[in-house]
């Protein structure tokens, strides 16, 4: 079986500074030999995710992708101190039990560096509800990450920051459990 990552964009605005973060960070697990399996939110209709219809066929796929990962990352813009409504909806549509033990990884992207601790304790919640495990939360600044015509680019020391913090989810996998084949 492959081993695989599943990211979640939760940005509304598909050329975001999040996403810039996300896709590079997903390069480097790609570099790393893992399979990075990338969503965002124009992969779902709003309303399956609304209401929870999990029998949604994209629903399907994502839940069976989150199921059958070694990790799952989340990435925001930062709304109101913690991650997008939208972002949470979706996270909200994993079972109890899909992540247990297995690494999660925040990413965010903020105005303002005052607003890390409050993404920190957000996404350590939902870490904590999945019984899983916390790899630090990346957050780098707006001014931080360039995007002009659809085309992003990381500035100043955040490249090195994801470097690093794709190698530490990459090293939180081997001690994750092992993944049970989906039936």
Do not use: C
């Not at 969503?39 to 779902?44: G, N, Q, R, V």
């Not at 990346?138 to 994801?162: K, M, N, P, T």
């Amino acid at each position: 079986m492959s081993r695989s990552i599943v990211f979640v964009k939760g940005s509304p605005s598909i050329a975001s500074r999040s996403a810039v973060v996300t896709d590079a960070l997903a390069s480097e697990v790609r570099r790393a030999g893992i399979l990075p399996v990338v969503w965002s939110l124009t992969d779902f209709d709003p309303s399956d995710v609304f209401f929870g219809h999990t029998e949604a066929p994209a629903i399907v796929r994502f839940l069976e992708a989150v199921k059958g990962a070694a990790a799952l990352v989340l990435s925001t813009p930062v709304y109101k101190a913690a991650y997008t409504g939208a972002l949470k909806a979706i996270v909200d549509l994993i079972p109890p039990d899909a992540l247990v033990g297995r690494p999660i990884l925040g990413i965010a992207t903020a105005r303002l560096a005052a607003h890390t601790a409050e993404v920190d304790r957000a996404f350590g919640g939902l870490v904590g509800f999945f019984k899983a495990r916390p790899v630090n939360t990346l957050v780098v600044l707006d001014s931080d990450v360039q995007v002009a015509g659809g085309v992003g680019r990381l500035l100043g020391g955040s490249e090195e920051r994801v470097r690093q913090t794709a190698s530490a989810l990459l090293g939180a996998l081997s001690d994750a459990p092992p993944i049970a084949p989906n039936p």
